[in-house]
């Protein structure tokens, strides 16, 4: 340890300083300093482009406190207004419309619509292809704006109408109640069964 000595005088005489055999250079010196300056000046650098990219993905996902883009987090869920498209499957519990336009669903291939009961099993499947629409359930049923059936399906019937026409029977129609049509024609000189 160095131990540095005062030593007092008084005016008028001159008295010498002993010399300090050791001199000490408090900080960093030499390429030590340079090669120090440059790191700060590198991660710098890299926290001026991190910041800008980041400040650039949230303008180009338009990234907001209520959601990102079109797609916004409510109480409810979540609501999407305009275009969107899903490269994968979309799970949801319920997707509906906004009251004054209706729900657009499109695929260059097929729309599916699957019915999953509480263990994930497939209860319900609507297909809507280009040349066919299929639906695999136990019943389908189209109601009208009241609620009454308009149209179902099941294994044992088709009932067309609240009740007016029943048609049963595997080979067949076999008609409960009466029938009436404007008009009954047979195929061009074929009879008429």
Not at 39 to 45: A, C, R, S
Not at 87 to 114: C, G, M, W
Not at 159 to 168: M, S
Request: glycine fraction near 8%.
């Amino acid at each position: 340890m160095v131990r540095e000595q005062y030593t007092t005088t008084t005016p008028g005489t001159s008295l010498e300083r002993p010399k300090n055999e050791y001199i000490y250079k408090i900080g960093i010196y030499g390429w030590r300093k340079r090669c120090l300056y440059l790191f700060v000046l590198l991660l710098l650098i890299v926290l001026v482009v991190n910041f800008s990219l980041t400040i650039w993905i949230l303008k180009v996902m338009w990234f907001s406190p209520t959601g990102m883009g079109h797609l916004r987090v409510t109480k409810e869920g979540l609501r999407l207004e305009g275009e969107s498209e899903f490269l994968f499957p979309l799970y949801a519990k319920e997707i509906h419309s906004r009251v004054d336009s209706s729900l657009l669903l499109q695929s260059t291939h097929n729309v599916t619509v699957n019915a999953r009961n509480s263990n994930g099993e497939v209860t319900g499947r609507l297909n809507v292809g280009p040349k066919m629409v299929e639906f695999h359930s136990q019943q389908f049923q189209i109601n009208s704006k009241d609620g009454k059936p308009l149209f179902t399906v099941d294994e044992n019937e088709v009932v067309i109408g609240t009740d007016k026409l029943r048609v049963t029977g595997p080979e067949g129609a076999l008609f409960e109640h009466s029938v009436e049509t404007p008009l009954v024609k047979a195929e061009a000189f074929k009879q008429l069964r």
